[in-house]
């Protein structure tokens, strides 16, 4: 385990997080009184690690057994760990993807931040991120995007867009030239938005089943 990760994993692991994540160790919680073979284990494993970039796939394992008798209760999530851009570690719940058995290293983190941007590899160098929100670099908005006669529009609940040069929007995607996306709680810096044309994405999670995930 690389140092950079270790640190990480540790403050994830103590709150040091917008929200906790999960907790290694082994104890006695949730063993009922009186009985000494029931435990709660949780482990942390390394699937893919990458220095220069502050970022890790790993597998966090819970096993959960309320008496010696009984089955134990496994339960598995995978997690992008990284720092957002104010330097926080945080736990980004993931699925088991082919690349996590095909590649490793900066591959597979590669093939883990596309699934959760749903683009292409070659997008990823021009992403433009600002929290669980990002401006992926397209060639053009589709045919039959409408243009919309504003600079400033809000996306979800969480986003901005300000000082767009230009707006375009379909049912399905909003789509920029220029600009600023910001973060409302300004909880992360706001991302500038070259004045080539941009798509703007939300990071897909997968349901985590080993603690709760961290605010990326």
Known sequence: MLDTTKKMI?????GATDEHGWKSGFSGD?????????????????????????????????????????YPTIKKTRYLIGRNENGIAYAHPIPALPAMRKTSGAACIDAVCCWIWGIESQQLAGLR???????VRVLAPPRGALRLPVKKIGIIDSHIIDHARDIMYTDRAVYIRG???????HQHPAARVPT???????????????GAATRD
């Open 10 to 14: 540790e403050e994830i692991e103590h």
């Open 30 to 70: 949730g063993v009922k009184a009186g009985n000494n073979h029931g435990y709660n284990l949780t482990r942390v494993e390394i699937i893919a690690e990458d220095a220069s970039r502050e970022m890790a796939v790993i597998l966090v394992i819970n096993i959960f057994k309320r008496k010696a008798t009984h």
């Open 129 to 135: 991120r600002c929290g669980d929100t990002a401006a």
């Open 179 to 185: 600009g600023y996306l910001i973060h409302t709680k």
């Open 196 to 210: 080539t044309w941009h798509q703007i994405v939300i990071g897909r999670r997968e349901a985590e089943k080993v």
